[in-house]
């Protein structure tokens, strides 16, 4: 499973269009030194030296109630079975602020398998309707890895939130990323690896159709 992961990940990856994004070479110290460094909070942010800002949001609709794709994704935020990822490390329980999961990914920019340790930072229950949104960000920062090419490469971390909502006979569920980086990470490959892998499983217990609804990804 984690080699299929690898595969579409690199599959996505290649099929990825080459994006340009800003980073913080052409801009003069005094702008460096007005914006506060890019974090949890979605505003006007500044990456460390070499890393560019992306932004990546996906969302859609699931033809199954909030709380059956809830069942789904978030049994607790330690458990990333669903998705086949190899999980080597988890602290908290169930959805503890402050519970980390850690897993290894191929990333084509590193030349090796690179660990990524991710932190729940909040977290609220939908009670009525099921369904919840929640935080989290990678942990183990500063990151550093040596690229193919035996350069060494930093990078500034990712922040993510993720709600899951009732609307009206369908839930409704966005992902949003963004990131500091130093090379292109697939993003929107990985959310739709994790939309398309809910959809699946939702069809293999016979509570939808298996389709999604307006799958959009931007950025
Ligand atoms: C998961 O990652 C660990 C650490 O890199 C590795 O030792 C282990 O073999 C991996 N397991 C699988 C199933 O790939
Ligand atoms: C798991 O992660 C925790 C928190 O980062 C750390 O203290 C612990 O040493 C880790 N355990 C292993 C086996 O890596
Ligand atoms: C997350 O849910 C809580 C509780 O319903 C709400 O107060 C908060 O505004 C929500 N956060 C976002 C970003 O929508």
């Known amino acids: 499973m984690l080699l299929e992961l690898a595969i579409s990940l690199s599959a996505f990856a290649l099929a990825s ?3 340009s994004y ?3 070479v052409k801009q003069d110290s005094s702008t460096l030194n007005a914006l506060p460094a890019c974090g949890p909070v979605v505003q006007s942010c500044q990456c460390p030296e070499g890393n ?3 932004s990546v949001a ?5 033809p199954a109630s909030a ?5 789904i994704t978030a049994s607790s935020f330690s458990d990333l079975s669903y998705i086949g ?11 503890e602020i402050g519970s980390s999961r850690t897993f290894t990914l191929q990333w084509d920019a590193a030349s090796e398998p690179i660990s990524v340790t991710e932190v729940l930072t909040t977290y609220n229950n939908y009670l009525e309707s099921g369904g919840f949104n929640m935080t989290w960000e990678m942990g183990n920062l500063p990151f550093s890895y040596t690229r193919p090419n035996g350069e060494e490469a930093k990078i500034g971390g990712f922040w993510s939130y993720e709600e899951l909502r009732q609307v009206g006979d369908y839930s409704f569920f966005l992902w949003s990323t963004w990131s500091c980086f130093s090379d292109v990470f697939d993003f929107s490959g990985f959310h739709e ?3 398309s892998r ?3 499983i939702l069809k293999e217990q016979g509570k939808s159709d298996g389709s999604i609804i307006g799958l959009t990804t931007t950025g």
């Open 198 to 200: 809910i959809a699946e």
């Open 22 to 24: 800003p980073s913080n």
């Open 67 to 71: 709380k059956d794709v809830q069942s």
């Open 17 to 19: 269009p080459v994006h």
């Open 85 to 95: 990822l190899n999980v080597t490390n988890t602290t908290g329980q169930d959805f």
């Open 193 to 195: 690896l994790v939309f």
């Open 58 to 62: 996906t969302y859609g609709f699931f």
């Open 52 to 54: 560019f800002y992306s």
